[in-house]
């Protein structure tokens, strides 16, 4: 069972660079999430999808674009790379229509913006 | 608005219980949940209380949870070298509304 796939792991930017952050589910779980998580501040909600076709921002949407073409795949894009966005990045999902919300995440992928 | 609090860090000894404390500001949350963190990976569940529940036991964890003060615990028995990771409390509503998370409790086990 793979679950919830991050690519890539590790990643180091230029200021100014773009890149798109994979993540793909095989659960048909109809919500997925992204979340950053710098130290000490826990979780913070960038983008989610509650379905393909529908996406809505988070707590801290500024600076990141997603897509949901497909059940299977959230990408995250960042488009012009900043400093602040260095962080690390979780990809999650939950079960479709689930009221208990309980989340599968991705492995993580860790960004440098230099 | 929505907050869940944690304390940042707990330190115990191996064998003994650790208790990690959280409170929550939205009383209409549905479940509240315990995830786990451990170095260099993505979290996963560890237990969770359905909000008209006062307490859960699953082996060595025990999840407690005061509705009236908005108070939930995690208490683990026996805590064991394993146990050291990140644990982060968080909420969830009603619809399509995203879980709120705290920032989390890095957990300490001294051998």
């Known amino acids: 069972n793979a679950g919830v796939t991050q690519t890539p792991k590790f990643r180091i930017l230029k200021i100014g660079q773009s890149m798109t952050l994979q993540c793909a589910q095989d659960?048909?779980?109809?919500?997925m999430y992204w979340y950053r998580q710098d130290p000490g501040m826990g979780l913070k909600l960038i983008y989610y999808?509650?379905?393909?076709?529908?996406?809505d921002k988070g707590e801290v949407p500024n600076g990141y674009n997603v897509s949901r073409s497909t059940t299977e795949d959230f990408p995250l894009r960042l488009e012009l790379a900043a400093p602040s966005q260095t962080s690390v990045y979780f990809c999650?999902?939950?079960?479709?229509?689930?009221?208990?919300?309980?989340?599968?995440f991705g492995s993580g992928t860790q960004l440098s913006v230099l | 608005g929505e907050d869940v609090e944690q304390s940042l860090f707990l330190s115990v000894r191996e064998g003994d219980s650790s208790v990690i404390n959280c409170t929550y500001t939205?009383?209409?949350?549905?479940?509240l949940y315990w995830y786990k963190q451990e170095p260099g990976a993505g979290l996963q569940l560890l237990t969770y209380?359905?909000?008209?529940?006062d307490m859960k036991q699953d082996q060595r964890l025990t999840v407690l949870l005061n509705k009236k003060d908005k108070h939930l615990s995690l208490r683990i028995a026996d805590t064991q070298t394993g146990d050291s990771a990140i644990y982060f409390c968080?909420?969830?509503?009603?619809?399509?509304?995203?879980?709120?998370f705290g920032k989390g409790t890095r957990l300490s086990v001294i051998a």
């Open positions: 999650a999902s939950s079960y479709p229509g689930g009221r208990d919300e309980k989340l599968f």
């Open positions: 659960m048909n779980h109809n919500y």
């Open positions: 999808s509650v379905g393909a076709g529908i996406t």
């Open positions: 939205d009383s209409s949350s549905t479940y």
């Open positions: 209380i359905f909000s008209n529940m």
């Open positions: 968080a909420e969830s509503f009603s619809g399509n509304t995203p879980l709120v």
